[in-house]
C-alpha cells in the first residue's frame, strides 16, 4: 500500500473548498492555472512516493552515528533530497525570477504534505532549510542574502533555527548563549544549543545555522536577545568556505521517532573563535524569529495531519483486506469470514481518523491561503483581514493536528492489532514520528498560553471576531441545505457557547486575575480548535450537499462520505465542547491549588 494522501481529498480541498484556481487572478500567479497546478503536485507525489517512502523505515532502523567526529546517514535521504532540489520543490513558493515555480502557498503546502507524508524525517531537512531560507529572505541584508540565501535556494547550503538550550528548553528568556560586538563588525558566539534539528549531517556544503543570543550589553529576558547568521564554515564575501566557524558536535540525541533527522547537541565558540552576523537590530532576535518559528509551527501541524493520514490510509487499507470473524448476529463457524471494515468498531476508528485528518488538512489549506491573501490580494481589507485571522489561527494550527493526528495514529495501530504493534508494519513508526509534533516549535502548552493569552486579546479581540464572523458564514451556508440544518443549529449553539466563556475569561483577564485566566488555557484551545475544525466539517459537508443532486458513482459516493464524517464529527466530537464550557466558565485553579508534595 503506497497512498499517502486521498488526492480525490486533496482536489475537493484545493479547488471546491479553497477556490485555488481562484487565486490565478492575482498578478502574481496569472500565468498559472489548474493544468500547471495539478502537474507540480503529481510530479512531487511521483517523486515523493519514489524517493522518500522507500527508504523510510530503513532511515528509522539506521539512526544517525557520528563517525570520525562527523555525522553518517544512510545514502537514501541524500539521493532523495538532491532529487528533491533537482526538482525545484524547494523554490515551489520562489518568484521565477528567482528560479523558483511562483506557485501560491497552498500549492507549496499541498507538495510538502506529500513528502511529509511519505517519510517526515528526510522531508524535515528540507522544510527547515526551506523556513530559514524564507527568513533570510525576509530580514537579511544584501550581502547576507548573497553569501548565505543564495547558496540555500540553489540547495548547496541548508539552514536550522538554534533556539533551545540545556537549561533553558522552551523559556527563551533564560537563554545564556552570548554574542561579543568585534571591530570587524561581526560576533563572537559562545554558547550550547540543544534539541536542533538537522543541526549536522553531510548533505550539504555547509549549514547556516540561526542562533538566538544575548549581546554584552543587553538586557535580560527575550527584549535582550538578538538572531545571527552562524555558518557551520565560514563564508568568505566572494561565497567560498572557509575554515571551520568553531561549531562543534557535541552528540545526538536519541529519539523515539524521527529517527533519520539528526537532533544535535552544538556548541558555539568553544575554542573562541566561532563568528555570527547579526539579522535586524539588537533586541529583534526573537521578533525576528517569529517568521521563521510561526511558519514552522504551521508546518508542524501539516506534518502531524499527513502521518496521521497515512495511518488512515494504511489501515483503511488493512481493514478491506484482512478476513476475521463473522457478520454480527452470525453463529455459523462454517460462514466465511469478512473483512474487517464490516465490524462496527473498526468502521469507528476509520471514520474517527477520517474526520481528525481530513479536518486538520482543511485547517492548514485554510491558513495557507490566508497567507496567500494576505500577501497578493489588491484590497488592503482583504489582506488586513486574512493576516489577522491566520494570526490567531496559527497556534491552533500548530497544536490540533498535532493532539488530533496521534490520536489518528493510535487508532490505525488498534485497527491492525498485534500487526500493528510490531515493526514490520509502518503504522507504529508513524505514531512514534507524530508524537513529536505536540512538543516542538513550541510545546502545546505553550500554544494555548498564545492562543488565551495574547492572540484572543489582540485589538480588543478584533481576531477572534473574525472567527466568529467565518463561522457565521458557514452556518449560513449550511443552512441552505435542509440535509446539513441540525448541524447548522449545533454549529450555531457551539460558537454562541464559545463566545460566552470567552467574554467570561477576558473579563477576569481585565478584572486583574491572570491566574484563574490562563489556568485552563489547554482546555480552551481545545475547544476552539474543536470548533474552528467543526465549521470547517460544515463548510465541506455544504459544498457536498450541493452536489449530491448531479453526482453518480465514485462521486456520489465522496460527497456522501464527506457529508457522514461531517456529522459523525458534529455527533461525536463537537459535544465534547459543552463540558469543556463548563470547566472554563468555573475559573477552577485545582491544577495549581494542588500541593507539589500532592502529586
Not at 500548530?398 to 495514529?409: F, H, I, R
Not at 515493526?423 to 502548552?445: A, F, K, Q, S
Not at 449530491?548 to 461531517?566: H, N, V, W
Not at 463540558?579 to 485545582?590: E, K, Q, R, Y
Request: proline share 4%; net charge negative; charged share 20%.
Amino acid at each position: 500500500m503506497n497512498r499517502i494522501i486521498n488526492r480525490r481529498d486533496l482536489d475537493f480541498q484545493l479547488y471546491e473548498l479553497f477556490d485555488l484556481e481562484g487565486l490565478s487572478a492575482f498578478p502574481r500567479f496569472q500565468d498559472h492555472d489548474k493544468a500547471s497546478y495539478q502537474a507540480a503536485i503529481d510530479a512531487a507525489e511521483r517523486l515523493a512516493l519514489e524517493k522518500f517512502l522507500p527508504h523510510a523505515a530503513k532511515a528509522d532502523e539506521n539512526e544517525p552515528q557520528i563517525k570520525d567526529g562527523k555525522v553518517s546517514l544512510i545514502p537514501e535521504i541524500k539521493e532523495a533530497l538532491d532529487a528533491y532540489i533537482a526538482g525545484g520543490f524547494h523554490l515551489a513558493h520562489v518568484d521565477e525570477a528567482e528560479g523558483g515555480m511562483q506557485v501560491p502557498h497552498m500549492v507549496s503546502q499541498a507538495i510538502a504534505a506529500l513528502f511529509t507524508g511519505a517519510n517526515a524525517s528526510t522531508a524535515a531537512y528540507a522544510f527547515l532549510s526551506n523556513a530559514a531560507a524564507n527568513l533570510l529572505d525576509a530580514y537579511g541584508r544584501d550581502d547576507q542574502k548573497e553569501r548565505f540565501l543564495k547558496p540555500m535556494r540553489e540547495g548547496r547550503y541548508f539552514g536550522t533555527m538554534c533556539l533551545s538550550e540545556p537549561q533553558a528548553g522552551s523559556s527563551l528568556a533564560d537563554i545564556k548563549t552570548t554574542a561579543t560586538k568585534q571591530p570587524n563588525g561581526s560576533y563572537a558566539i559562545r554558547g550550547t544549543k540543544m534539541w536542533i534539528s538537522a543541526g549536522d549531517h553531510d548533505l550539504t556544503d555547509n549549514i547556516v545555522h540561526l542562533v538566538l543570543a544575548r549581546c554584552s550589553d543587553a538586557p535580560k529576558g527575550v527584549k535582550g536577545l538578538s538572531l545571527f547568521i552562524v555558518p557551520k564554515f565560514k563564508v568568505s564575501a566572494s561565497g567560498g568556505e572557509a575554515a571551520i566557524n568553531d561549531v562543534s558536535l557535541v552528540g545526538l540525541n536519541h529519539k523515539m521517532g524521527y529517527r533519520g533527522t539528526t537532533n544535535c547537541v552544538l556548541n558555539f565558540g568553544e575554542a573562541g573563535s566561532c563568528e555570527g552576523s547579526i539579522i535586524g537590530e539588537p533586541g529583534q532576535g526573537l521578533a525576528i524569529m517569529f517568521h521563521m518559528m510561526n511558519e514552522a509551527r504551521i508546518g508542524v501541524g501539516l506534518g502531524a495531519t499527513m502521518l496521521g493520514t497515512h495511518g488512515y490510509l494504511y489501515s483503511l487499507h488493512y481493514a478491506k483486506e484482512r478476513l476475521q470473524g463473522r457478520p454480527t448476529g452470525s453463529s455459523d463457524p462454517d460462514q466465511s469470514p469478512v473483512p474487517i471494515i464490516e465490524h462496527a468498531d473498526v468502521r469507528r476508528m476509520l471514520l474517527t481518523q477520517k474526520a481528525y485528518v481530513e479536518g486538520a488538512l482543511s485547517l492548514c489549506l485554510y491558513c495557507a491561503r490566508l497567507l496567500d491573501l494576505s500577501q497578493n490580494s489588491p484590497d488592503q481589507a482583504e489582506k488586513d483581514r486574512a493576516s489577522a485571522l491566520l494570526d490567531v489561527l496559527t497556534p491552533i494550527a500548530k497544536a490540533w493536528p498535532s493532539e488530533y493526528g496521534v490520536k489518528a495514529n493510535d487508532l490505525a495501530i488498534q485497527i491492525l492489532g498485534g500487526y500493528g504493534y510490531s515493526r514490520e508494519y509502518p503504522v507504529e513508526r508513524l505514531y512514534r514520528d507524530n508524537r513529536l509534533n505536540p512538543i516542538h516549535e513550541g510545546t502545546n502548552g505553550i500554544q494555548s498560553l498564545d492562543l488565551l493569552g495574547r492572540k484572543v486579546l489582540l485589538n480588543e479581540g478584533a481576531s477572534f471576531r473574525l472567527i466568529m464572523e467565518e463561522i457565521g458564514k458557514a452556518i449560513g451556508e449550511a443552512m441552505e441545505h435542509k440535509i446539513l440544518a441540525d448541524l447548522g443549529a449545533a454549529m450555531q449553539g457551539a460558537v454562541e457557547l464559545l463566545s460566552r466563556v470567552t467574554v467570561r475569561l477576558v473579563t477576569t483577564a481585565h478584572e486583574g486575575d491572570q491566574t484563574r485566566f490562563l489556568a485552563n488555557s489547554h482546555t480552551y484551545l481545545q475547544m476552539t480548535g474543536h470548533i474552528v475544525i467543526a465549521h470547517l466539517w460544515l463548510r465541506q459537508a455544504s459544498i457536498a450537499a450541493k452536489n449530491l443532486e448531479t453526482a453518480t458513482g465514485d462521486e456520489l459516493d465522496f460527497y456522501m462520505g464527506k457529508i457522514m464524517a461531517a456529522r459523525f464529527f458534529f455527533t461525536s466530537e463537537l459535544p465534547a465542547t459543552g463540558p469543556m464550557a463548563s470547566f472554563l466558565a468555573s475559573l477552577d485553579t485545582t491544577v495549581l491549588d494542588i500541593p507539589d508534595a500532592g502529586f
